[in-house]
């Protein structure tokens, strides 16, 4: 049974930094997989903002946050648990946003959250001008 518990959301002021943590457990089976953070901002769709594959810990991001987020992990192969980080930076008003990270086993695809089988509960974040 896999569970996230996300953590680190809060308010910033433009030009500011945030670091998100998740931790996803009950992952020990997984034979390949990814850890992915997603946001929602007000009254648009689910996005992807980054992801990492477990095992290579290859990266990828949307385009509004290339350059600007990074996502790393604390994992060891075959352990039951995870860490995942989104170091947030230079942060604007809209990247106001419910931010959410998620994980599935196999492939994964950044820009279809709706393959990722397990959420966390998000976290939010509100950036001032």
């Known amino acids: 049974y896999v569970q996230m518990v996300e953590s680190g959301g809060g308010s910033v002021q433009g030009g500011g930094s945030l670091t998100l943590s998740c931790v996803a457990s009950?992952?020990?089976?997984?034979?390949?997989?990814?850890m992915g953070w997603f946001r929602q901002r007000p009254g648009k769709e689910r996005e992807g903002v980054a992801m990492i594959f477990f095992k290579t810990g290859n990266t990828y991001y949307g385009d509004d946050v290339e350059g600007r987020f990074t996502i790393t992990q604390s994992y060891r192969e075959n352990a039951a648990s995870a860490s995942v980080y989104l170091r947030m930076n230079s942060l604007g008003p809209g990247d106001t946003a419910m931010y959410y990270c998620?994980?599935?086993?196999?492939?994964?695809?950044?820009?279809?959250?709706?393959?990722?089988?397990?959420w966390g509960q998000g976290t939010q974040v509100t950036v001032s001008s």
């Open positions: 998620a994980t599935r086993d196999g492939n994964c695809f950044l820009k279809v959250p709706a393959r990722y089988n397990y």
């Open positions: 009950g992952i020990g089976e997984y034979s390949s997989g990814c």
